[in-house]
């Protein structure tokens, strides 16, 4: 079954609409991630607004982005109440987690966050410890791709292997040697998933 479709059964408008928010901190690939999901969506069709937002962050500092991938137009890229979250350090948990939609999705990295949010229990959460399996694979900066692949998996969207396949679009040149290692945390973030069924 293809996620629009999915998606269109759940919605008696017969639309489809998810506003995601990936947050953490200056240098863990968060607006990557973001550009990553908003390209793929994009290149099946269907209707992407992704705002980044750095504030005054340096390395280190939060940031965060807003993807909503729809089959119909998008009145704003602003996203207040998101269907989904990828989190990815406490300070951004803290930040979002309240925001996040009744039967929203949860996704965070466990490597950096101890214990499980506090959420309603009509929240989905997911804990992934997306840095050990980076590390594992031997690029701590790969992080962000695991997140990104389980959150592909859980939410039944279009699949690691699309996501990949648009990476060599979203990376930049210099940075196509890391195209393998990228590759294969999406992988193993969707792996995690079903291991987790």
Same mark, same amino acid.
């Given at each position: ?31 990557? &991630? ?5 390209? #793929? ?14 504030? &005054? ?25 998101? /269907? ?18 009744? *039967? ?10 101890? *214990?499980?949010?506090? !959420?309603?229990? #009509? ?10 399996? &980076?590390?594992? !694979? ?8 695991? &997140? ?16 990949? /396949?648009?990476?060599? /679009? ?7 040697? #890391?195209?393998?290692?990228? #590759?294969?945390?999406?992988?193993? *973030? ?8």
């Amino acid at each position: 079954m293809s996620w629009v479709t999915k998606y269109e059964m759940q919605d008696t408008r017969n639309e489809f609409y998810e506003e995601v928010v990936i947050a953490g901190f200056g240098g863990q690939g968060v607006m990557l &991630a973001g550009k990553l999901l908003a390209h #793929t969506a994009m290149k099946r069709g269907l209707e992407v607004t992704y705002m980044p937002s750095y504030g &005054a962050e340096v390395r280190g500092g939060t940031a965060n982005c807003m993807v909503i991938i729809a089959k119909n137009k998008i009145a704003s890229p602003l996203v207040s109440r998101p /269907d989904s979250l990828i989190i990815m350090n406490k300070a951004s948990l803290s930040k979002f987690a309240s925001r996040l939609k009744a *039967g929203g999705l949860l996704i965070f990295n466990s490597s950096l966050i101890d *214990g499980e949010p506090q !959420l309603p229990d #009509t929240i989905e959460i997911l804990a992934v410890p997306a840095d050990d399996i &980076a590390l594992e !694979l031997g690029n701590l900066k790969a992080a962000n791709m695991v &997140a990104l692949g389980a959150y592909l998996q859980k939410r039944g969207l279009f699949g690691s292997d699309a996501a990949a /396949d648009s990476l060599v /679009d979203i990376l930049a040149k210099r940075h196509h040697r #890391t195209l393998p290692v990228n #590759t294969k945390a999406l992988h193993r *973030g969707a792996e995690y998933v079903v291991s987790r069924s």
